[in-house]
């Protein structure tokens, strides 16, 4: 046994190995009691008290804390956790009309597309987060929600394929955990097309959403500084390898901007993006932040006319579009509002 080991970094073969020479079966129930929430050692009731004192000394449980907790009058409740070096990352739970719990989730603590938009990408980036970190915002959240947790959408802080590998073993420690399917996870990206054609390959084969936010590329480049980098063209190539590799339907998201993508040209840059991939577009209205701007003028959200003429521009054109609801914002958790420095 080594010392200081957390213990939600491990799925059950490790746990295994690092408690060795003890019978196996105890991993099994101790693996079980962290999926079951157990906050610490003691809850663990049918280890004996014997070796839940040994634990206490030789390991520890959570590696993070959970330093604030807000809870919204529409059932959103945002956890601001602390990690090592002081690394903070928020994670939001999401209640729907029929009381289904999704959990959001974030990868790094800050992010470095720094999508002028979003409040996580004005405040830089300080590092990737672990797995077990990732691990654990789920694990917190299970234990706010009254219900189990049955689908988890990594939107939260962020860039996922930037911190890919710890990603895949958190949603990897999650699924057998809980006994949830990947066809429950959804990983939203910038578009980063070599951890695109990654995922295809070598999982999480998770349901994908692509952060279009406007298929005109000059105006990407502003919008979304890191991720404008990459073409289009070459975006779309690595997303439709997916699609191939996985069968399942691709969601475009756009964020809508007041006055600054919501035209006709930008629609029918959305058409044109989406010609041969089998795909739903998610429109959001930008959620408001405070202080944002871009080229000097402050972000406004765009007014119903502009949210339903785009929409119906879509439609029209024969696309499937569905629009976020704006559920959080009470707590700023909704999405482009998670950040804290
Ligand atoms: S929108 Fe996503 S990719 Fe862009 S800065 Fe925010 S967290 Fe990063």
Redesign the pocket.
Known sequence: MSGGTILTALDEGELEELLSPLPSFRARQIFSWIYRNAASFDEMTDLPLSLRNELKTRFVLYGGLVRERLAGRDGVVKLLMEFSGGARAEAVLLRDGKDRFTACLSV?AG?????V?????SIGFLRNLEAHEITEQFLHLSREAPAPIENIVV?????PLLNLAPLRKALALVTSGKGLSLRRVTV?T?GIPGGILDMAENGPKTRLAF?LTTAREDLRRLL?P??GKFPLSEIKAALAVYQEKTGRRLTLET?LLGGINTGAPDAAALREFAEGLFVVVNVIPWNPVEGLCFEGTPLREPSPSEVEGFIRCLENGGLNVTRRYRKGRGVLGAC?Q?GTR
């Open positions: 790094q992010c470095p597309v720094g999508c938009f979003c409040k996580t990408g939107m939260g802080m962020g860039e939203s910038s952060s979304m890191g991720a964020v482009g998670l």
